[in-house]
């Protein structure tokens, strides 16, 4: 058990450094493809090394109150080292190699082999970090760092960007799963899955996970990266409101609930069904606590519904003859039906709606036609 937020620690050949015994996130192991497009600073780890996800730019104040909530979670706190709570490497890849011994998919198998490999030169590199933290924080106490010192601290830079080098070699790599061609149509799915995810509204439905508590709370969708897996392609991730996070591939989804705790689904397996909803007919489902973004400060709370039946909602934009006979008029008066677009994938009861409804059908429709391609 640790009891102190620091300890000594021989670093090198006569230089004794107080260094942190907090769990350090770094960019291990996600720097490479990415780097080119995202700064280090907009990579956020959720839960374990070589899990999380890119903020992207966005107006949205509750998407930037989550990323602010995701980024507090990393700070270190002595209570949660004292209790065990923080991450521990060695606990990791224990729980890891278990879940690999009792697998039985193949694709599964791969992807936890490759993330128990990944861990030990992460655990050298995190520890490094911290090291090189320590040996700063040492020499600024003395206003600057001897050159002995500095040295130190270019060897343990040059070790963890070896360790770096060599990990590329251990990563699951998804474009070693499907061919070049194969790869590049995915592409065309990645990108109105990027239109999509900057919808400034997206619903979760509970119904299938809580019928006491159903209703639909508001969630983010943004691009991540899943224990370790490389792509030169940025990976959509969906989240739903139970905690769960679905990471899209080109040939697999995984849903996951922890990096060792997931399910991995064959693309071929699964079903996306797209339709146009009436915001009226989901409205009273949006749980007050996820006010949209406009919605005025002085707006009553919301209520919802237990008994809503989705399959009441048909299979097409809900209006009456009379409404599509005076459609006409409503353009004119912009008096137009508020309209949301329901994504449901029914082998693991999962809905989504988003009020950028065209967005959702475009992303639906591209993935559709993906799976269509040998």
């Given at each position: 058990?640790?009891?102190?937020?620091?300890?000594r620690?021989?670093?090198?050949?006569?230089?004794?450094?107080?260094?942190?015994?907090?769990?350090?996130?770094?960019l291990?192991g996600i720097?490479?493809?990415y780097?080119?497009?995202?700064?280090?600073g907009?990579y956020v780890?959720?839960g374990?090394?070589?899990?999380?996800?890119?903020?992207?730019?966005?107006?949205?104040?509750?998407?930037?109150?989550?990323?602010k909530?995701?980024?507090l979670?990393?700070?270190?706190?002595?209570?949660n080292?004292?209790?065990?709570?923080?991450?521990?490497?060695?606990?990791?890849?224990?729980?890891?190699?278990?879940?690999?011994?009792?697998?039985?998919?193949?694709?599964?198998?791969?992807?936890?082999e490759?993330?128990v490999?990944?861990?030990?030169?992460?655990?050298?590199?995190?520890?490094?970090e911290?090291i090189?933290?320590g040996?700063?924080e040492?020499g600024?106490?003395?206003?600057?760092l001897?050159?002995?010192?500095s040295?130190?601290?270019?060897?343990?830079?040059s070790?963890?960007?070896r360790l770096?080098?060599?990990?590329?070699?251990i990563?699951l790599?998804?474009t070693n799963m499907?061919?070049?061609?194969?790869?590049n149509h995915?592409?065309?799915?990645?990108l109105?899955?990027?239109?999509?995810?900057?919808?400034?509204?997206?619903?979760?439905?509970?119904?299938?996970?809580?019928?006491?508590e159903?209703?639909?709370s508001?969630?983010y969708?943004?691009?991540?990266?899943?224990?370790?897996i490389?792509?030169?392609?940025?990976t959509?991730?969906m989240?739903?409101?139970?905690?769960?996070?679905?990471?899209l591939?080109p040939d697999?989804?995984?849903?996951s609930?922890?990096?060792?705790d997931?399910?991995?689904?064959?693309?071929?397996?699964?079903t996306f069904?797209?339709r146009?909803?009436?915001?009226?007919?989901i409205?009273?489902?949006?749980?007050s606590s996820?006010?949209?973004?406009?919605?005025?400060?002085?707006?009553?709370t919301r209520h919802?519904s237990?008994?809503?039946?989705?399959?009441?909602?048909?299979s097409g934009l809900?209006?009456?003859?009379?409404t599509?006979?005076?459609?006409?008029?409503?353009?004119?008066?912009?008096?137009?039906?508020?309209?949301?677009?329901?994504?449901y994938i029914p082998?693991?009861?999962?809905?989504?709606?988003?009020?950028?409804?065209k967005?959702?059908?475009?992303f639906?429709?591209?993935?559709?036609?993906?799976?269509?391609?040998?």
């Open positions: 058990m640790k009891l102190l937020p620091k300890k620690m021989t670093v090198a050949k006569g230089l004794k450094v107080w260094v942190s015994n907090h769990y350090t996130p770094t291990f720097r490479g493809h780097e080119s497009s995202y700064k280090s907009q780890e959720t374990t090394p070589g899990t999380g996800f890119f903020i992207r730019n966005s107006s949205s104040h509750a998407y930037k109150n989550y990323c909530a995701e980024r979670k990393l700070e270190p706190k002595y209570i080292m004292v209790r065990g709570e923080e991450f521990d490497f060695d606990l990791e890849i224990e729980r890891a190699n278990k879940a690999l011994r009792m697998t039985k998919n193949e694709i599964k198998a791969k992807v936890l490759a993330y490999n990944v861990l030990p030169l992460a655990k050298e590199a995190e520890l490094g911290r090189i933290e040996i700063k040492f600024h106490r003395r206003h600057h001897t050159s002995y010192q040295h130190v601290v270019s060897n343990y830079k070790r963890i960007a770096g080098h060599d990990v590329r070699d990563q790599n998804v499907c061919s070049d061609e194969r790869y995915f592409a065309d799915v990645v109105p899955f990027t239109e999509l995810a900057a919808s400034h509204r997206i619903w979760h439905s509970r119904e299938a996970y809580d019928k006491l159903s209703g639909l508001q969630v969708f943004d691009m991540g990266i899943f224990d370790f490389q792509a030169p392609l940025m959509p991730l989240r739903d409101s139970i905690g769960q996070r679905m990471f591939y697999f989804l995984i849903v609930r922890d990096a060792v997931f399910d991995l689904y064959d693309l071929n397996d699964l069904l797209f146009e909803v009436p915001y009226e007919m409205s009273s489902m949006v749980l996820y006010a949209d973004d406009d919605t005025s400060s002085t707006s009553s919802y237990h008994s809503r039946n989705y399959d009441d909602f048909g809900l209006v009456s003859k009379d599509v006979a005076n459609n006409e008029m409503e353009k004119e008066n912009k008096l137009r039906e508020r309209v949301v677009g329901e994504l082998e693991i009861k999962t809905r989504f709606y988003a009020r950028d409804m967005a959702l059908k475009h639906v429709t591209a993935l559709n036609e993906y799976k269509k391609i040998q």
